[in-house]
Each structure stands twice: as C-alpha cells, then as structure tokens.
C-alpha cells in the first residue's frame, strides 16, 4: 500500500470513529476519549495527537445487553516510530547500537491498550477496524486463570470482568494474531543469539527460512491489546481542582514547571508535550502530580521536593515516546550511555534528614526511554506505595520496573518489561498481585548485581502471561541475582561474607507460554530462609541452549571462603502440569535445577 493511501485510510477512518464517540461518567462505569487520535503504525505522531490503536475498538458497559460506551484504545509501537537514533527530531541520526530491540519493527509489533474505571461489573466489547470478524472461540485471555467469560456478539468479542476492589489487568489475544518469536542459536555455547525473521527481506536479521536448528522462544500476539479496569480513586488521591494550591496546565507545549509556587499540577484531560529535549522539573513546592482520566502527558517527571509524601495520581498517561533511547539531559536528550545521568518517567532525591513516600496510584506509563524510576540522595529513607500502576510499551532495553525503597508495599500493578522488572534490593517489601509481560532481557524478580543485607521481603501472587528470552545471557529466569555489576559471571570470588540475604519469601508464581528458568541466583550473601513456593511453568524453550537450567554457583570471597546457604527451599513446583521432586529435580530432568553438592547438602538448598 503506498504510503499517501494509508494515511488517507488512517484520516477517513479516525474521522468516522472521532465523529461518533460516546463516553460515560457516572458512579458505575467512567470512559474516555481523545478527539485527536492519530492511527499511525510507521512514524512518530503529531505532537498534539494520541497514537490511537490501529486494529481494535474498545467499548465498555455496565451491562452484557448495553448500552455500550466508547473507551479510547491506544496504541504504543517499537522505538515510537523514530527509528535508532541518537539525536532528537534528528532522522539521519541513525546508529547500529544496541537499544533492545531487534526484529519488532520489521514484523510490525504493536501494543494497544484501554482503561477505564468501575464500581460493579463491566463489560468490554472489542471489534476488529480491519474489518475482520472477532470470534469468542479464538480468543484467550491472559492471566488465563481469570477465567473470564467470552461471548459473541454480532462480529464482535463481550469480555465479562467482574468487579474487583484490587481492579483487573488482562490481555485479550486472538490466535490468528498470534507472532512466533525464533531464535538464531539451538545451543547454549554462546550469549549473543537473538530473533531471526522471514518476514521482511529489508529488515533486521532476515533469513529466508527457518531451519530445525532455530528454535521457539515465545508465542505473543503481533497486535496486543491490554484492559486496564480500576477501582474509582478514593477522594484523597483526586485533588481540589479550582484550589489556590492547584496549577492546572494548559494543553499543548509545556515549557516548564519549575517556577510554579503551587504544591500541585493538575493535567486535566487533554494532551500535552514538553518535547523530546525537555521534561518536567518540578517547582521544591510541587508534591503532588494529578493525571486526570484523559490526560496524555509526554514528557517525564523529576520532583524536587523534600516534603514527606510525594504523589502521582490520577488515570492518565504519562508517555515517553518522544525520546530518543537513554535520553540525558546532560547531553541535549541525546543518546548516551552513561545509566547514572539517563532520563527517569519518576526522578527525585531524598535527603537524610527526612523520610519521604513516593506514592503511585492510578498512572500508566508508556515507552520509557530508560529505567522507569530512580531517586538518588539517601535512599534509605525512600518508601514506595503504589497500586493501579501500568507500564506498557517497555521495548527498549533496560526498561526496568520502579525501585522498592525499604519498607516498600506495591500491588495490583501490570508491567511490560525489558529488564529487572521487581527489584528487590531492600528490605521490608511486600509485592503481590502483579501481572507482567516480560521481554528479554534479565529477570522478573532480581535482588542482585551487588552483595546486600537483604531481609523480609515477600513477592505473592505473580501472573508472567509472556516471556521470550532470545539468548542464555543476563539471568533468563524468574527469580535472579546477577553477578556484581561490571564484572563477569565466571569471577566467583566477589561475594561479601558480611551481608546476609534471609527471610525471603517469592511465591503464587505462575508463567504462562515458553518460560525462563526457575531461578539464576550468584550469592554475593550468605542466604538463610529464603523460600520459594507454588511455582508453576508451562514450558521452557528448547533444552539444547541452555535457558532452561536454573542454576546457583558457588561463589566465595576474596580469600576463598565459600558462601553459606541455609534453609533454601523449593516447594510446590510445577513444570507442565507435573511436581517436581526430588526424583526429577536434577538437570537435564523435568526440575532442571542445576544444584552444586556443597549446597544440595542437608539444610542447604532442598525440594519438596
């Protein structure tokens, strides 16, 4: 299709869905709408338009007989349709660096989503722009133990979601949509394997064919789409609007913020942009960020702040596709690779002196250019309260989910991820009812890269829907502690007998599909009573590269005293369906865990 025709195609079609849109706002059921959305597969959207879903429409009702409400399903697309360039707004820019993406663009992946809010049970009706019937019977809903309910409806698809306090984080994927992701390596020789395709002859890593010798390292849709359904806010987290301590921002560009004496910024619903060589530096006055249900926001947010309780609220977006990958603002937004000045979504520091909560509820953040959030100063006296908090679009590397300050709750969360997705590097955590879509690169759960006095920290209740690991590098497993940042795997004396890693508990973990290893833990710790229970994983990816194999070396300090482990225990887990015990736990059987004999001693590291 020529190009001219397809944005033709793209203006008839938003025009017709923009003409005609029904939204409600009553105390059951709020939608909501963007007159400027941009259906736009290819390049990046205006900076006033919304990237709107190019293959679904989204309504919503309170009701399985209607009436139905429109709900706007956005769309977020690989490098946000800039390409791999360094410089922003600069298009001849382009480099070969490694930014985590691969073969996506070139087999056009795509990643839509909706949200609304509901106080009783909900209905979503998902139609097919493309003209295509949605069938009940070819559709899937991931975590598939929601089991929800799917019923025809006149070409459409009705997903029942019954109301829930803690809210609803799914994806509704339809098997003809659905992408085999296949790898260049069949063995586990080598850490630099990646993602062929035969799809397009122009693109990243084309083959004309694909060989016995490439194996399946993930299933996902081609076109994903996501529903977000969220509690109502209670009135505390929604701010006075037409107070005299409110900044309301006008739509549009946004210059800055960091002159305004009001303590906080409210982004009604709209669209605004602070461009790709700026962000959001807060006013010291400024503790409270408000997105309304209808705000889009592209830009990131840094406070200044040292007030005791720092707040992001709201159901808005807050989207860094304008950025170019690992923005710095040292460096004019350019691309650098030097992680310490790299653009956070969620910047701040803390001081000493007083202890702050950064506390999340309600925003989704989309295509962060980099780690998502960090705070610098003194983070022991950082604490993170979040819940109804969304990342999608993570495809660029090192898109790690939030930091977890000591003391630390987060729950009812859903993040796409393309690195250390649930940091657990303090103590006194709780983690629980998550749902991630993980991408290549490092662990779900991580608590290492350096030696930690690490207690009390609990993870419950983890939906893995996808996760597809292209090489056995960086830890491709649920639960991971890596290797001392900066140094090799194969250094075995860099643990600090000092530090203690104990009390852990990570369990109610389920990954759906091709799965990572159990577990990649270097003990850079001494470890005691750390469990992990209720596990189960459909499949590993093919044995002969390795991936499969959870493994926990034997690492010592520097004058050779090994790490000790004590009471690490393994119970309830199951790989398709089948317990593993201590029969089949070994490599190269149905556990797979790779266990040294220092450690399989009694009292170390056991099954049951």
């Known amino acids: 299709m020529a190009w001219s025709t397809f944005v033709l ?24 709408w963007h007159n400027t959305g941009e259906i736009n597969t290819q390049t990046p959207v205006q900076a006033g338009n919304v990237r ?99 019923a025809d409806s006149n070409g459409d698809i009705v997903v029942h979601v019954p109301y829930t306090s803690f809210g609803s984080r799914f994806s509704i994927e339809f098997q003809e949509d659905l992408y085999t992701y296949v790898d260049s390596c069949s063995t586990d020789s080598s850490t630099e394997c990646g993602y062929v395709q ?33 509690p109502f806010p209670e009135s505390q987290y929604v701010p006075v609007v037409s107070a005299e301590s409110s900044c309301v921002v006008d739509p549009g560009f946004v210059g800055t913020l960091s002159e305004t004496t009001a303590s906080t910024v409210v982004f009604n619903p709209g669209v605004y942009y602070f461009g790709a060589t700026n962000h959001a530096i807060l006013s010291p006055s400024v503790n409270w960020v408000y997105f309304a249900p209808g705000a889009f926001v592209k830009g990131a947010i840094q406070f200044t702040s040292n007030a005791s309780l720092i707040l992001a609220t709201g159901s808005g977006v807050l989207s860094g596709e304008q950025y170019v990958y690992q923005a710095d603002p040292s460096q004019g937004y350019t691309n650098s690779e030097n992680n310490d000045d790299c653009l956070r979504m969620w910047s701040g520091h803390s001081t ?41 679009g993570a495809y660029f590397g090192q898109t790690d989910g939030m930091e977890n300050y000591p003391g630390s709750h987060v729950h009812d969360v859903f993040y ?25 690169t490092a662990p779900t759960i991580q ?30 497993s649920l639960i991971g502690a890596n290797q ?28 759906e599909g091709i799965s990572g290893d159990l577990f990649r833990i270097v003990p850079l710790s001494n470890i005691q009573n750390l469990r992990i229970e209720n596990v189960s994983i459909d ?16 690492f010592t300090d520097a004058a050779g005293v090994p790490v000790q482990i004590s009471n690490f225990v393994v119970s309830g887990y199951y790989v398709n369906g089948t317990a593993v015990t201590e029969n089949n736990m070994g490599a190269g059987s149905l556990g797979s865990l790779n266990i040294p004999e220092d450690f399989a001693r009694e009292g170390g590291v056991t099954i049951v």
């Not at 793209?10 to 709020?30: E, K, M, P, R, Y």
């Open 416 to 440: 796409h991820s393309n690195d250390d997705t649930l940091k657990t590097y303090y103590s006194d955590v709780l983690i629980e009812r998550v749902v991630v879509w993980k991408a290549t």
């Open 352 to 392: 000493s002196d007083v202890n702050q909560t950064f506390l999340v509820a309600g925003p989704t953040v989309n295509s962060p250019p980099f780690n998502s959030m960090d705070f610098t100063g003194d983070v022991s006296t950082m604490t993170v309260q979040a819940w109804e908090y969304k990342q999608v």
């Open 484 to 511: 001392v940042y900066g140094t090799s795997e194969t250094d075995i004396s860099t643990a600090d007998l000092s530090n203690t890693i104990s009390n852990i508990t990570l369990s109610n973990l389920r990954s």
């Open 52 to 150: 709107q879903s190019h293959l679904y429409s989204v309504q919503v009702g309170s009701s399985a007989n209607g009436p139905f409400y429109d709900s706007f399903a956005y769309e977020t697309i690989p490098r946000n349709g800039q390409g791999n360039i360094l410089i922003p707004g600069d298009p001849y820019s382009t480099t070969d660096n490694d930014d985590g993406i691969t073969i996506e663009p070139d087999v056009n992946i795509t990643m839509a989503w909706s949200s609304f809010l509901y106080s009783s049970d909900a209905w979503v009706k998902v139609s097919r722009t493309d003209g295509s019937p949605a069938n009940s019977s070819s559709v899937v809903i991931r975590p598939t133990n929601l089991d929800y309910d799917v």
């Open 539 to 554: 499949a590993f990816s093919a044995v002969t590269n390795g991936i499969h194999e959870s493994q926990i070396p034997v």
């Open 9 to 32: 195609i793209s203006f008839l079609l938003w025009l017709s869905v923009a003409a005609t849109n029904t939204t409600i706002n009553d105390t059951f059921l709020q939608t909501w």
């Open 447 to 476: 608590f290492g890269w350096c030696s930690r006095n690490l207690t009390n920290v609990t993870v419950d209740n983890v939906d893995i829907i996808h996760s597809r690991y292209s090489s056995n590098g960086s830890h491709p």
């Open 198 to 230: 035969n799809e397009n002859p122009h693109g990243f890593s084309y083959v004309f064919n694909y060989t016995e010798s490439m194996p399946i390292m993930g299933v996902e849709p081609r076109n994903a789409l996501l529903i977000f359904a969220g």
